[in-house]
T-cell receptor
């Protein structure tokens, strides 16, 4: 069983919709990352969280350490947000990320 | 800063050939990671180094894979002999003190 589970696997939304992607994990962590991978393949780190909430533009990430759960929200979604969003956790015991399988988001005009 | 640099960006080779992937981390970073991404398994850690020393290679699939970091600015991942199931995108990432990781553009490997 994967230590990091994401839902949904695939998501289609219309431009302007509010989007939520969820991530649950089963190990103790020191940090959680949200990554974005565009169709060209490059991976960009959006957020690194260890508690609470972070906001960057239209993106908001939250984490609940007790419930071992994180969410990534996109407000006023736009077609350029279409990408794969990957949740990754940094376990307490090491420096290597454990990855979820990713959520493929398509925002249509 | 140029970011993490990987070469080649694309590699097509025949089964049985040796493949060498290269990575230049961000200057000053002390951690370097090699990951592999496939459709079936997503992103997986292969190996990581701290201050040029391999720390965790438990993700290296088998003896056909080897990785080296001869100095702080260069690492290689070698597959010998290559097999079709090694076809994947291989990412290198670096970080400072193991915190936020910066990913390279990846090397897309196809083994025929």
């Amino acid at each position: 069983k994967n230590e990091v589970e994401q839902s949904p696997q695939n998501l289609t939304a219309q431009e302007g919709e509010f989007i939520t992607i969820n991530c649950s994990y089963s190990v103790g962590i020191s940090a959680l990352h949200w990554l974005q991978q565009h169709p060209g393949g490059g991976i960009v780190s959006l957020f690194m969280l260890s508690s609470g909430k972070k906001k960057h533009g239209r993106l908001i990430a939250t984490i609940n350490i007790q419930e071992k759960h994180s969410s990534l929200h996109i407000t006023a979604s736009h077609p350029r947000d279409s990408a794969v969003y990957i949740c990754a956790v940094l376990p307490d015991s090491g420096y290597a990320l454990n990855f979820g399988k990713g959520t493929s988001l398509l925002v249509t005009p | 800063d140029a970011g993490v640099i990987q070469s080649p960006r694309h590699e097509v080779t025949e089964m049985g050939q040796e493949v060498t992937l290269r990575c230049k981390p961000i200057s000053g970073h002390d951690y370097l990671f090699w990951y592999r991404q496939t459709m079936m398994r997503g992103l997986e850690l292969l190996i990581y180094f701290n201050n040029n020393v391999p720390i965790d290679d438990s993700g290296m699939p088998e003896d056909r894979f080897s990785a080296k970091m001869p100095n702080a600015s260069f690492s290689t991942l070698k597959i010998q002999p290559s097999e079709p199931r090694d076809s994947a995108v291989y990412f290198c990432a670096s970080s400072l003190q193991g915190i936020r990781q910066f990913f390279g553009p990846g090397t897309r490997l196809t083994v025929l």
